[in-house]
């Protein structure tokens, strides 16, 4: 227990290190906001896009000025709210995970706001009246088709595959304690494995599967399918990546699990109207329309249109690994510790 605690604190403090410097950039921003036409501070994951065009329409609707902050992944940005405890250095959030969610909502770190624009298609997704969905995909490892085919090595299909000796050592994923399709993954392969997961895990470290810390890495630089640079042909990453590579890769279907990403208004906000505001905009046909091409996620609202290409290569299966949101709320801290141990170890 003794190490799980340190483990535990130690990702704490990585966090609080990794975002010392946003936190005090964003102090006195957040601080001098009341009212509107005052500046709204929105912490976000780095995968967050809003183009100029969309900040500035929100600017023009609502009457303030946004400043948006990314420190990191999801992981990072969950982190960063649970420490800044009753001292808030921003006003909302965007991006938190549906595996996330739970702790945000124990630690009294958000307030309540049920937004009027909300879409009926969103309506079941809403969490208490605190954690707004904005949008949802699958989390599901790709495929460099064209390496397989080139290097006369057939696909793996299933998550077992995944640890055999010809395919370990070509997958790269993601830290689960600081990037949120690695909470997904671990999560998943945990629902599916059940007591056995850390042997599972074992065999994929064992056989030289690369883990990094974040999603951006992970795709651009690491997977050979993104942008044809990369050394590993299996990445983790989601069920829409697909489209972006104008159908090179695929996922393994047997693989993939469901993400939901949320914003919600800060408890202690200086500028919770701002925030609300905000989530609105982000709920607004004018940024739902813009979800698909610019983070590659699906809109909450089904009425919005998707992009030609996703009707070919953008793939939701029908039967994704479920994993139990409230097993996953009561273990979370302790299945990221259990893992971080075992890969620290793998790692010494």
Known sequence: MTRRINIVATIALA???L????????????????????????LTHDSFVITDEQIASFEEQSGYTLQTTAPGDAGVVTNQLVLSGDSPTVDGVYGIENYSTQTLLDAGALASYESPDLPESAASLMIEDKLTPIDQGQVCINIDHAWFEENGVAEPTTLDDLTKPEYASLLVTMNPATSSPGLAFL????????????????????GGTKVVSGWSDAYFVDFSGAEGAGEYPLVLSYSSSPAEADGRTGVLETSCTPQVEYAGVVEGAANPA?????????????????????????????????PETWAQHATLVDAPIEPNLKDVAANRDAWIADWTTLFENNAG
Do not use: H
Request: net charge negative; with cysteine; hydrophobic share 40%.
């Open 19 to 42: 975002t010392g410097c946003s936190a005090a950039d964003q102090a006195g921003g957040a601080a001098s906001t009341e009212g509107a036409g005052g500046t709204v501070t929105i």
């Open 187 to 206: 999560v998943a392969t945990i629902t599916e494995k059940g007591d056995d997961w850390e042997n599972y895990w074992q065999q994929l470290l064992d």
């Open 274 to 306: 701002g925030a609300q505001a905000f989530i609105d905009f982000l709920l607004s046909d004018e940024f739902q329309s813009g979800v698909a091409e610019n983070m590659y996620m699906y809109p909450v609202n089904s009425e919005v249109a998707l």
């Open 15 to 17: 966090a609080l290190a």
